[in-house]
C-alpha cells in the first residue's frame, strides 16, 4: 500500500485494512474523509488522485487532515452539477404534465356541463332507463373531476418540494465552491469562475503564501492558525473587485487572480495587501498576548505572454519560490 495501489486481486476487508495501516503509518485518524480519500485512491477510476498524493508524497509534504481534506473535496465531491441538471429535467416534466391536467379538466367540466344541459331536456315521458343512465354518467363525470382535482394539487405540491429541493441544491452548490473557513473561493469555485470568462479576458495570477505558518500552528496551535488564515484571506479579499476571484488554494496558500487589470495595479494591489498584513496586530485571545507579527510572501506573474491560467499559476508559483528563498516578506514578479 506504500504506493497506493493495492494487488488487483484484494477483497475490500483487506483494502481496509491496507486504508487504516496507512493512515496509522502517517498518525492521521480514521475519519471519514480520510478513510475515503485513501481507500478511493485504491480504484481504478481515481488514477489522478493517486498520482497527485504520490507525488506530494515524494516531494516531502507530510500528508495531514488539511491535505486529505482538499483531495476529497478536489477529486471525490463531483455529483452537484448532475443533480441540478436531474432536477431541472424533473422540474420540466412537472410543469408539462400540469398543463395537460389544465386542458384535461377543462375537457371535463365542458362535458359535464353539456351532460347537465342535455339532462335538463329529458322529462318526466322519456324513458326512465334513459334517465337514470344519463344520471349514472353524470355522478361518474363528478367523480372523475374530483379525482382530477386532487392529481391537480398533487402536481402543485409536487412543484412546490422541487423548488424547495432546487433552492437547497442552489446554497448547497455555493457551500461546494466556498472554503468553509476563510469564505474565498474553493478550487471548484475557481473551476466555475474560469468558465464564465472569455478567451480575450488576461488573466494575472498572484500567489501568497503565509510564512512560517508551521512554526505559528506549532507554537500556538492549530485554533490560532486558522485564525490568522481567515485573517489574511479577509485582508485578501477585502481590496478585490468583484470582477477578479481570490481562492484558498492549498492550507495557508491564497491565489488570486485578477482580470482585465492595469499590470501597474496588480503590483500595487499585491505590495498593499503584504504591506496590510504586515501592519496586523494580532492579539492571542486567551493570554490577551501579542502574536508574532504575520508576513506573506507573494509570486506574481503579469501574464506579458498571454499564457494559459496553469501556465501564469506556474509561473506565480516560481516567483513566489523566489520570494520565499530571498528572504520572505516581499513581492517577486516572474521573470
Ligand atoms: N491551522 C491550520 N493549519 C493548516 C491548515 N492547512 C494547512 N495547515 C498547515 O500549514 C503548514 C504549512 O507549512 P509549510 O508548508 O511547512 O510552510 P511554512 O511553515 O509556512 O514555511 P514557509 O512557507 O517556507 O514559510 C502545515 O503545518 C499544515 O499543517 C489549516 O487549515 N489550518
Not at 476529497?72 to 436531474?86: G, I, P
Not at 408539462?96 to 347537465?116: A, G, P
Not at 446554497?171 to 473551476?191: C, K, Y
Not at 488570486?256 to 495595479?265: K, T
Request: charged share 20%; hydrophobic share 35%.
Amino acid at each position: 500500500m506504500d504506493n497506493l495501489k493495492p494487488p488487483a486481486t484484494i477483497t475490500p476487508d483487506e483494502l481496509s485494512k491496507l486504508t487504516l495501516a496507512w493512515l496509522n503509518k502517517y498518525q492521521l485518524a480514521p475519519t471519514p474523509i480520510n478513510y475515503a480519500v485513501i481507500y478511493a485512491c485504491s480504484h481504478p477510476n481515481n488514477q489522478k488522485l493517486r498520482s497527485e498524493l504520490q507525488q506530494l508524497i515524494a516531494n516531502n509534504q507530510t500528508p495531514d487532515n488539511y491535505l486529505l481534506a482538499e483531495l476529497h473535496q478536489k477529486y471525490l465531491e463531483e455529483n452537484l452539477q448532475a443533480d441540478n441538471e436531474t432536477l431541472s429535467a424533473i422540474h420540466k416534466v412537472i410543469v408539462n404534465l400540469q398543463t395537460v391536467c389544465e386542458k384535461s379538466q377543462s375537457d371535463v367540466s365542458q362535458y359535464q356541463s353539456t351532460l347537465h344541459s342535455q339532462a335538463s331536456k329529458l322529462n318526466d315521458t322519456d324513458n326512465q332507463h334513459t334517465v337514470d343512465i344519463v344520471n349514472t354518467i353524470i355522478v361518474a363525470t363528478e367523480k372523475a373531476q374530483l379525482a382530477q382535482n386532487q392529481f391537480k394539487d398533487s402536481i402543485y405540491a409536487s412543484q412546490n418540494d422541487i423548488k424547495t429541493l432546487q433552492q437547497k441544491l442552489k446554497t448547497a452548490q455555493q457551500q461546494a465552491q466556498t472554503d468553509s473557513l476563510t469564505g474565498l473561493a474553493n478550487r471548484r469555485g475557481m473551476e466555475n469562475f474560469l468558465n464564465t470568462l472569455t478567451s480575450t479576458s488576461h488573466i494575472c495570477a498572484l500567489l501568497f503564501d503565509i510564512d512560517n505558518f508551521k512554526q505559528l500552528n506549532d507554537t500556538y496551535g492549530h485554533g490560532v492558525g486558522d485564525i490568522i488564515l481567515q485573517k489574511v484571506a479577509q485582508q485578501i479579499a477585502q481590496l478585490l473587485g468583484p470582477e477578479h476571484i481570490a481562492i484558498r488554494y492549498g492550507g495557508e496558500e491564497f491565489l488570486v487572480l485578477m482580470i482585465n487589470q492595469a499590470r501597474d495595479d496588480v503590483f500595487m494591489y499585491a505590495e498593499t495587501v503584504r504591506e496590510n498584513i504586515e501592519k496586523l496586530k494580532l492579539v492571542h485571545g486567551k493570554t490577551r498576548k501579542r502574536l508574532p507579527q504575520v508576513t506573506i510572501s507573494v509570486g506574481l506573474s503579469l501574464n506579458r505572454q498571454k499564457l494559459s491560467v496553469a501556465e501564469a499559476i506556474e509561473q506565480a508559483d516560481s516567483a513566489l519560490y523566489q520570494a520565499k528563498s530571498s528572504g520572505k516578506n516581499r513581492v517577486c514578479l516572474s521573470s
